[in-house]
């Protein structure tokens, strides 16, 4: 039998986990309505696991990570359309959001996203917990009805986006009014010039993570050549030596395909072979740099492709609300 869960018992499990943070004071009852509608944009995916990844690069094992979502809500329609981190501490295991560096990234971010609000903040984790309700009601003190995006890294369920979008509800539980998470549903939303950034990001992807040029598969080539022959030189040398030493008998047709090898070799010390050398070192040189030239404009141009691409979009949306106006 394979290893792994098998549909069902993933499905048990993840009732077993509602009904587990239901109780314990996390989570509204099961049959508790979101009241917005939400959109979310690849690109914060993407944002929020190269944040988590980058993390654990850096501290060498997995942190919890908390960062702010951004874009823009109409009515009850809200569409999550980029990210930015959050600084934080950690004081007797309670995390604190820092407010001045989030005044900070709000005026930056409003100067490059003028169009876009803050909607949420996100973390990391397999379930939210007491401590992501802590963290939740100091967002509030920022919007009064946040989005809770959370991301759990080590999941085992390829299959599925690993992500949860929680909102927020004062309900009654034991006598009191207590803050619990309501489980929001989401569709994926690209935009033309995001689904360029995305296709050549899975390019890379699909190429093992690793971009070569034209220049580096032919120096590769070239190396392995060189290697080649140089191993078969050195066994042609160590052949000579054993014959001049007495170790091994002498092979006259051996010999004079050695010979005829070391003939055709260019002579070094002619006057006439430094200034050819060079000549076709920098004529080798040259193409070179032509090519990386090329090359150079041809992403230029596609750069100019793509900002037009944006812009006119960005343009088209302006005169748009102009027109409402």
């Not at 993933?10 to 309505?33: C, W």
């Not at 002579?267 to 076709?280: I, K, R």
Request: hydrophobic content about 40%.
């Amino acid at each position: 039998m394979a290893e792994g869960k098998a549909p069902m018992d993933i499905e048990d499990g993840d009732k077993k986990q509602a009904a587990a943070l239901q109780a314990s004071g996390i989570m509204a009852a099961v049959g508790t309505a979101g009241s917005v509608t939400v959109s979310l944009h690849p690109l914060v995916i993407m944002n929020i696991s190269e944040h988590w990844t980058r993390t654990k690069a850096q501290t060498g094992s997995p942190q919890k990570i908390y960062g702010a979502l951004i874009g823009k809500q109409k009515g009850r329609d809200i569409e999550v359309m980029n990210s930015f981190e959050l600084d934080h501490t950690t004081v007797d295991g309670k995390v604190f959001i820092d407010r001045d560096y989030y005044t900070i990234k709000e005026e930056q971010f409003k100067q490059v996203f003028s169009e876009m609000d803050f909607l949420g903040w996100y973390s990391t984790g397999e379930a939210p917990t007491e401590a992501d309700i802590e963290v939740h009601k100091q967002i509030c003190e920022i919007n009064e009805s946040p989005l809770f995006l959370l991301l759990n890294p080590t999941s085992s369920r390829p299959a599925d986006l690993p992500l949860t979008l929680l909102e927020s509800v004062i309900d009654i539980v034991g006598g009191e009014a207590r803050m619990l998470f309501v489980k929001l549903g989401y569709t994926l939303a690209t935009e033309e010039a995001e689904r360029i950034g995305l296709d050549h990001v899975a390019r890379i992807s699909s190429g093992n993570g690793s971009i070569q040029s034209r220049v580096s598969e032919h120096l590769m080539v070239q190396h392995s050549a060189i290697k080649m022959l140089a191993s078969r030189v050195a066994l042609i040398r160590d052949y000579v030596r054993a014959v001049e030493a007495g170790d091994l008998p002498h092979n006259h047709e051996i010999i004079r395909e050695a010979e005829a090898l070391a003939a055709r070799l260019p002579v070094l010390q002619s006057d006439l072979f430094q200034p050819e050398f060079y000549t076709q070192c920098n004529d080798a040189a040259l193409m070179t740099l032509m090519g990386s030239v090329q090359k150079s404009c041809n992403n230029l141009m596609q750069f100019i492709h793509k900002y037009n691409i944006l812009h006119h979009r960005q343009m088209q949306g302006r005169r748009l609300r102009g027109i409402f106006f």
